[in-house]
Nanobody, 120 residues
């Protein structure tokens, strides 16, 4: 099993910044990609940003220029630096990791989510 633990959510005023962290642990052989998704009340979960091998990144159009994803392969961790936050960024943010377990079986795991609330 692979577990993901997120931290760093909270309440911030519009224009402020937050940094989310996510660490993966368990029977990990390799992680192929990690990412962040979010789900606002009454809406579907949506992609925020992902990072794969060679630090290839992908961002939702709504966050480009304001949010940066980074990865620490040695720590099996991924981070989300969020600047110039807007009320519409309010959501539960979920960490995701996809890779290969020590058993040789592919895995895809989700964290428990961390709440980000941006007040206007």
């Amino acid at each position: 099993q692979v577990q993901l633990v997120e931290s760093g959510g909270g309440l911030v005023q519009a224009g402020g910044s937050l940094r989310l962290s996510c660490a993966a642990s368990g029977n990990i052989f390799s992680i192929i990609a990690m990412g962040w998704y979010r789900q606002a009340p009454g809406k579907q979960r949506e992609l925020v940003a992902t990072v794969a091998g060679g630090d290839r990144t992908n961002y939702a159009d709504s966050v480009k220029g304001r949010i940066t994803i980074s990865r620490d392969n040695a720590k099996n961790a991924v981070y989300l630096q969020m600047n110039s936050l807007k009320p519409e960024d309010t959501a539960v943010y979920y960490c995701n990791a996809a890779g290969i377990a020590t058993t040789g079986i592919p895995f895809g795991s989700w964290g428990q989510g961390t709440q980000v609330t941006v007040s206007s």
